[in-house]
C-alpha cells in the first residue's frame, strides 16, 4: 500500500474508486435483497470510515453506504420490510471525522435510518458498537461490516470472530497484504510478532513457508488469512482478489467472507459490474489472472487445469466443488462449469441415490448429484479443450 495521505481529505486513485464501485454494487443488492426479506433491523458498520468524500469529488463509504440504503428502500416498490437500518461510522482521526460528520449531516437522512458516528479507533470503538446493537452480533439481524484501514494494523482478528459469529453476518475488507509481508521482514525493529498476532488472532502466520519472492509471500499470507477466517472466526466462503499497482506489483487484496453462497454470487457480480483495475486471484495455486467471469477461454483452461491437477484419479463430493468454483475461480455460477464438463469421457456422477450417471445427453439435477467420479486424465472432446462457445 502507498503511505496514507496527511490531509485530512485527498483524491482518491483510480484503485480506491474500484474499491467504492464494488462496495456501491454489492450493498445495493445487500440492502435490496435482505431489506425486502426480513422485518428487522440492519445493522452496517463502516470501520474506518474516513471524511465521506474525496478531493476529487466522489463520494466516501459512509454515503455511499446511505445512498445504497436509501435507494433499495425507495425502488422497493412497497416491498419493504426491513425495519430501522442502523448505520454506524466510525473514524479515529479528528479532523476527517468532523468532515465525516458534517457530510452525513448534509444529507438527507432518509427514513427508517439511523446514523452514528463515533470518533475513535475501530477496536475500542468495537467493544461500544457491541454492547449498543448486541442483537445483531447474536441473532438473525443482517450485519455487514465494511473495515477497510490505511495499512496492517487497526482490525484484531478478535473483532472479526465477534462479527463473523452470527449466521447472517458478513465482512468485506482490505487486508494489507503487502504491508504484512514488509512488517515480517523488518522484524524485531517493527515489532513484527506482536502485530501479526494480533492480524491473525494468533500464531498461525509462522506456519507460513516464506521465500525470496515478495509476491508469492503476500499470497501466502492472504491464503493463511483466508484459512484463519473459516477454521477460527467461522466464515464459510471467503473470496479475494488483488489491486495491483500499475507496475504489476500486488498493492493490497480486498477480501469478502460470508456464510451464504448468494452473498459469495453478489459480490463477484458487484466486481464483475466494475472495471479491471484490480486481478483476481487463486489464493491457493498462486496464479493470478485478470478477472473475467465466465470468459469461456478462461473457464476452459482453468478447468482443464484444475480438472486434471487436482481431481483426476479421485472422486469430489459436490459440495466441496461447488465450492472450490466459488471460492477459487471467477466464475459466478458453479453448474456452468460443471455444464461444460458434463460430456467430457472419465467423468461419472453418482447421484444422492447412488444411482452412476454417464451419459451426457442425460439431463442432470446438479441438487441430485453427490459426488462426481475423474478418470486420470479428461479426454478433451475433439472441438477443443472445452468445446466453441
Ligand atoms: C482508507 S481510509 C478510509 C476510506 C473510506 N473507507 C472510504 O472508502 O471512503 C482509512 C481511514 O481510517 C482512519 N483510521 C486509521 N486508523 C484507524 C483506526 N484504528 N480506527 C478507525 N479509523 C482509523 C483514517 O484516518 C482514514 O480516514
Redesign the pocket.
Known amino acids: 500500500m502507498s503511505a496514507?495521505p496527511k490531509a485530512a481529505i485527498w483524491d482518491?486513485p483510480e484503485h480506491?474508486l474500484a474499491?467504492?464501485a464494488i462496495?456501491r454494487a454489492y450493498l445495493q443488492a445487500w440492502f435490496k435483497i435482505l431489506g425486502n426479506k426480513v422485518p428487522r433491523d440492519m445493522l452496517y458498520i463502516?470501520?474506518?470510515?474516513?471524511?465521506?468524500?474525496?478531493d476529487n469529488g466522489s463520494?466516501?463509504?459512509?454515503i455511499?453506504a446511505i445512498k445504497a440504503a436509501a435507494d433499495a428502500r425507495n425502488s422497493s416498490g412497497g416491498q419493504w420490510k426491513a425495519k430501522t437500518i442502523r448505520m454506524v461510522f466510525?473514524?479515529?482521526?479528528a479532523a476527517?471525522f468532523d468532515l465525516l460528520k458534517s457530510k452525513v449531516a448534509s444529507y438527507h437522512q432518509p427514513p427508517g435510518m439511523t446514523v452514528q458516528c463515533i470518533n475513535?479507533?475501530?477496536?475500542s470503538?468495537f467493544g461500544v458498537i457491541k454492547r449498543q446493537h448486541q442483537d445483531a452480533f447474536v441473532s438473525s439481524l443482517p450485519l455487514f461490516a465494511?473495515l477497510?484501514?490505511?495499512?496492517v494494523?487497526?482490525v484484531p482478528f478478535r473483532c472479526l470472530k465477534e462479527i463473523l459469529f452470527s449466521e447472517t453476518s458478513e465482512v468485506f475488507m482490505?487486508l494489507d497484504t503487502h504491508g504484512m509481508e514488509r512488517v515480517r521482514t523488518a522484524g524485531e525493529k517493527a515489532g513484527y510478532e506482536k502485530i501479526l498476532d494480533e492480524v491473525f488472532g494468533g500464531a498461525v502466520w509462522r506456519e507460513i513457508s516464506f521465500t525470496g519472492d515478495t509476491r508469492l509471500n503476500c499470497r501466502k499470507i492472504l491464503d493463511a488469512y483466508r484459512r484463519q477466517l473459516v477454521s477460527s472466526a467461522g466464515a464459510k466462503f471467503t473470496f479475494p482478489f488483488e489491486m495491483r499497482k500499475t507496475n504489476g506489483n500486488v498493492s493490497y487484496h480486498l477480501l469478502f467472507a460470508t456464510k451464504h453462497v448468494k452473498g459469495i454470487e453478489k459480490m463477484k457480480e458487484a466486481m464483475r459490474s466494475v472495471d479491471k483495475t484490480f486481478v483476481f486471484i487463486d489464493g491457493r495455486s498462486g496464479q493470478a489472472f485478470l478477472f473475467a467471469p465466465d470468459d469461456p477461454v478462461v473457464i476452459a483452461r482453468d478447468a482443464e487445469n484444475y480438472f486434471n491437477q487436482q481431481c483426476s484419479g479421485r472422486e469430489r463430493g459436490y459440495d466441496d466443488l461447488n465450492s472450490w468454483i466459488l471460492q477459487e475461480t471467477p466464475y459466478m455460477r458453479p453448474d456452468k462449469i460443471l455444464n461444460k464438463i458434463k460430456a467430457r469421457q472419465g467423468i461419472e456422477f453418482v447421484t444422492v441415490g447412488g444411482e452412476v450417471v454417464k451419459l451426457s445427453h442425460r439431463a442432470i439435477r446438479w441438487t441430485d448429484v453427490e459426488k462426481i467420479k475423474f478418470r486420470d486424465r479428461l479426454t478433451p472432446p475433439e472441438t477443443g479443450l472445452f468445446g466453441q462457445e
Open positions: 496514507p482518491a480506491t474499491k467504492i462496495l463502516d470501520g474506518f470510515a474516513g471524511p465521506g468524500s474525496y463520494d466516501g463509504s459512509p455511499v466510525v473514524e479515529s482521526d476527517r475513535d479507533e475501530f477496536a470503538a465494511f477497510d484501514p490505511f495499512g494494523k487497526g482490505l
